[in-house]
Structure formats: structure tokens, C-alpha cells
């Protein structure tokens, strides 16, 4: 069981469009972690939110926390190349046996082509 | 200001031999937490441990798999007896001591991983 379910699994887009990416749960996270992974190495933290209807730029990149907590958004403007791989969202509990726990989803596969 | 290093980066065993996989915390980190990613699966927290404390080692499997980290020294990630189906990317993570003992915001640092392959 996927506790976090991101889509769409596959995005193939042109340079220059928008996209949005998304994250799912039916359960509450403390915070929430968006992180880009290229082929053969390891994710790359790119934002991370705490706060109910928190939204936080980075650049092109516009990442928002839902209010209930329970879901999250990457929405990328003008996207370019550069923007190709995977992006992950995971969230933490924060509190108790798990505190230290990380959930994953299983990921948005981009590709953007000049 | 090294990040998170993992070595070695691809490692080959044959059934029944072991695996030792290495991980060095970013500078000032006391947390360290691994990771397995199975083709087309998510990454799958398998344990968090402190400076010669395991703190929560219920994403292991109850065989063969053990994890340490020692008070001086890379944390070990050890696979016994390795199957072929722990062949997958193992990952290593670490994050700060947090003030106060919040550690609400779970902010984790990622090395490159291993890539273990069972023959």
C-alpha cells in the first residue's frame, strides 16, 4: 500500500509549457519533502513545507502544502530541458515510533524536449 | 562541504556471499537513515539510527539485514547470505541535530546510493 500516490506517473511535455505534478494522501504529514532524482544517483531535496496552505517558490517552481495537509502540488512555468527527471514527493510524520521515517511516492517521470 | 557519501557505488555479489554497503553522514549530522528502491517502486524507508543507536528498524527485513553506527566510523548497512532479489538501490540519508528535539520538518540529505547487484 502506497501511502502517498503522485501523478501522473509519465509526463512528456515541450519546452516551454506548464505542468503541474501531484501529490496525494489520506493521511496527515507534519511536513513534506519535494526531491529530484537523475539516473544512478540519489534524490536531491528541492523544498520542504510544514504548514497547511503553505506555498513556497523556487525559481520557475511553485510548490504548494495543502490545508488539511494531506496533499501537495509542484507546478512548474516555461518549463525547459533542464527540468527532465524525476521528482518525489515524501512526507514525514514527525512524531513517535516513526518519527525518523520518510514515506515516499512512487514518483512523476518528466521529460521535457527542446 | 562534502554531502552524504555512499560507498561503493555499485557493488556485485553472488548468492550467498555478503554485502557491505557504507555510509558517511554530512558533516555535523548524528541521523542516519537507508533506503531501498526497487525498479518501478518507491523508495522504502528500512531504518533510523543514531550515533550507536537503532531508533526505529521496522522497514528491515527481520533476516540477514542489520545496520550499525558506531561512535566513530561510517554507519554499515550489512546484507547476509544476499538473494537475488535484494539486488536494488540502497540509499543513505542524513540529517541535522535538531534544537530542542523538533525534528517536525524531517529534512533528509541524500547520498548517491549504492547499486547492489546479486548474481
Known amino acids: 500500500t502506497q501511502l502517498l500516490e503522485q501523478s501522473p506517473q509519465f509526463l512528456s511535455i515541450q519546452e516551454g509549457e506548464n505542468l503541474t505534478v501531484y501529490c496525494n494522501s489520506s493521511?496527515?504529514?507534519?511536513?513534506l519533502q519535494w526531491y529530484r532524482q537523475e539516473p544512478g544517483e540519489g534524490p536531491v531535496l528541492l523544498v520542504t513545507?510544514?504548514?497547511?496552505?503553505e506555498v513556497k517558490k523556487l525559481k520557475r517552481l511553485t510548490f504548494q502544502f495543502g490545508d488539511a495537509r494531506k496533499d501537495s502540488s509542484l507546478h512548474i512555468t516555461a518549463a525547459q530541458p533542464g527540468d527532465t527527471g524525476l521528482y518525489l514527493c515524501?512526507?514525514?510524520?514527525?512524531?513517535?515510533?516513526?518519527?525518523?521515517?520518510?514515506?515516499f511516492g512512487r514518483g512523476t517521470q518528466l521529460t521535457v524536449w527542446p | 562541504n562534502a554531502g552524504v557519501m555512499q560507498n561503493p557505488r555499485h557493488l556485485v555479489r553472488r548468492r550467498g556471499q555478503e554485502a557491505r554497503l557504507r555510509c558517511s553522514p554530512m558533516?555535523?549530522?548524528?541521523?542516519v537513515y537507508w533506503y531501498r528502491q526497487l525498479p518501478e517502486e518507491g523508495l522504502k524507508f528500512m531504518v533510523y539510527?543514531?550515533?550507536?543507536?537503532?531508533?526505529?528498524e521496522s522497514g528491515m527485513p527481520k533476516e540477514r539485514f542489520s545496520a550499525e553506527f558506531p561512535k566513530e566510523g561510517p554507519s554499515i548497512l550489512r546484507i547476509q547470505q544476499v538473494v537475488r532479489g535484494d539486488s536494488a538501490a540502497y540509499f543513505c540519508?542524513?540529517?541535522?541535530?535538531?534544537?530542542?528535539?523538533?525534528?517536525?520538518?524531517?529534512?533528509?540529505?541524500f547520498g548517491a546510493g549504492t547499486r547492489l547487484s546479486v548474481l
Open positions: 513545507v510544514v504548514t497547511g496552505g
Open positions: 493521511s496527515v504529514f507534519s511536513s
Open positions: 540519508a542524513s540529517s541535522p541535530r535538531t534544537p530542542g528535539g523538533d525534528n517536525t520538518k524531517n529534512i533528509q540529505y
Open positions: 558533516k555535523g549530522h548524528s541521523h
Open positions: 539510527l543514531q550515533k550507536e543507536n537503532i531508533i526505529d
Open positions: 515524501a512526507g514525514g510524520v514527525g512524531r513517535g515510533s516513526t518519527l525518523g521515517r520518510l514515506y
